[in-house]
């Protein structure tokens, strides 16, 4: 069964820092790109960061750029993202997806998402 979950999500305080997790299954991980995308109330979805099928290749919004690291474990079949510095405006359900075409490419696969809050 194909699946992404997220976690890792949660409340934290402006300037403080999480690490986003997405664990796949179902598909075979390391042929595919990764990303993470958020997406605030009212807004609309925005992409946060890629990496490559191999992870040779990253790329991220100026939003969170020296802020946010993208990294993947394919023995592991897992993403992440390392969030810092966090602000409110960072606020946002945060999704990852697989891409079979690469970081330019429309995502294949969805995960359900995980809250992360950012407030005082």
């Known amino acids: 069964q194909l699946q992404l979950v997220e976690s890792g999500g949660g409340l934290v305080q402006p300037g403080g820092s999480l690490r986003l997790s997405c664990a796949a299954s179902?598909?075979?991980?390391?042929?595919?790109?990764m990303s993470w995308v958020r997406q605030a109330p009212g807004k609309e979805r925005e992409g946060v960061s890629c990496?490559?099928?191999?992870?040779?290749?990253?790329n991220y919004a100026d939003s969170v750029k020296d802020r946010f690291t993208i990294s993947r474990d394919n023995a592991k079949n897992t993403v992440y993202l390392q969030m810092n510095s966090l602000k409110p405006e960072d606020t946002a359900v945060y999704y990852c997806?697989?891409?079979?075409?690469?970081?330019?490419?429309?995502?294949?696969?969805w995960g359900q998402g995980t809250q992360v809050t950012v407030s005082s």
């Open positions: 997806a697989a891409k079979r075409g690469g970081c330019l490419s429309y995502s294949d696969y």
């Open positions: 990496i490559s099928s191999s992870g040779g290749s990253t």
């Open positions: 179902g598909f075979t991980f390391s042929r595919y790109a």
